[in-house]
């Protein structure tokens, strides 16, 4: 905004603000506009000559401003605030709605009244029911998990494990938010788990932010996370999979122990997996393209879980 722009605003601004106020001191309403005294009484010699069409001294705004206070004497029907144009209008009503569509960022009732008064502001302009916010999870609850980590409080989370198909309601310690292929996760200390877990905020359903502090374990480490989100270790479950050619890529996709090439081009790979429930959902997603050679415990309850779809589709 050029500084004639910024003059004309405040000049139309003036008459309202002084009219609610009679008598105000000079130094007040400079420090509550923003500008030095000079400004104001250049500003007030100004508005003195504004007014009506006619211009005759029944027309113009009348006002004192001597002995170091303002009053408005006559306002000519300038009393009311100005309203927000619709583009101002609109502004405010995206951001507020952004703010309500991101949840532990902001009160929401403070919001919800915010934007009532932005409605009535806009004298009708903008309608915030016609306004509709669609933010990702990403987006939505990113801002929620850098605050825990940065304030250093618990979160409380409804998260749903796509490896088991199930969702869950944990209270968790964080420790870091890192992006990686495209997502954001959160890598916490879980108190249901007893244990360190990624959590990906796209699989996040709702979160709290607690008004306790997090407290993971002394000794707990947040991870390197530069080589992958999931990184093998020793106590994680070894298993030995044959890959069809049509899942030759689960070998590039996943950290890989060992791999031998098979005719046809299928593959026999050796992988560490920290949740067994993941192979099992490849394995009876991939149409026979993908088995689980070891364990066999793990190859036999596969193959029961196989067995009761296809029991469940002859009995319909």
């Known amino acids: 905004m050029s500084a004639y722009e910024s003059r004309l605003a405040r000049l139309l601004a003036m008459v309202p603000y002084f009219q609610s106020r009679p008598g105000i001191a000079l130094a007040d309403a400079a420090a509550d506009l923003g500008i030095s005294e000079s400004q104001l009484l250049k500003d007030l010699d100004l508005l003195w000559m504004c007014g009506l069409p006619g211009h005759g001294p029944g027309d113009l705004i009348d006002l004192s401003y001597e002995g170091g206070t303002v009053t408005i004497i006559d306002d000519q029907g300038l009393r009311k605030p100005l309203r927000l144009t619709a583009e101002e ?144 270790a020793p106590e994680h479950l070894l298993v030995v999979l044959r890959l069809g050619a049509a899942y030759a890529w689960v070998a590039d996709f996943y950290p890989v122990e060992e791999a031998t090439e098979l005719p046809d081009g299928e593959l026999q790979v050796s992988l560490r997996v920290s949740e067994p429930a993941w192979v099992r959902a490849l394995v009876l997603g991939s149409g026979g393209q993908v088995e689980v050679l070891s364990p066999g415990w793990l190859t036999d309850s596969i193959r029961a879980d196989a067995a009761r779809a296809l029991a469940a589709y002859a009995a319909s």
Request: with cysteine; hydrophobic share 40%; aromatic share 4%.
């Open 89 to 232: 209008a609109l502004a405010l009503v995206v951001a507020l709605r952004t703010l309500a569509e991101t949840p532990g960022v902001a009160d929401n009732d403070a919001v919800q009244r915010a934007l009532a008064k932005v409605e009535s502001a806009s004298g009708g302009a903008v309608d915030d029911a016609t306004v509709a916010i669609a933010l990702d999870r990403d987006s939505r609850v990113a801002p929620v998990l850098h605050r825990a980590v940065e304030e250093k409080r618990a979160l409380q989370l409804r998260y749903y494990t796509a490896a088991r198909d199930e969702t869950t309601e944990r209270v968790v310690d964080p420790l870091q938010v890192f992006t990686a292929d495209g997502h954001t996760y959160l890598e916490a200390w879980c108190r249901r788990a007893e244990g360190v877990r990624i959590f990906r905020a796209d699989r996040i359903d709702d979160l709290h932010l607690l008004d306790e502090p997090a407290s993971p374990p002394p000794d707990v480490q947040q991870r390197e996370v530069t080589e992958g989100v999931f990184q093998p």
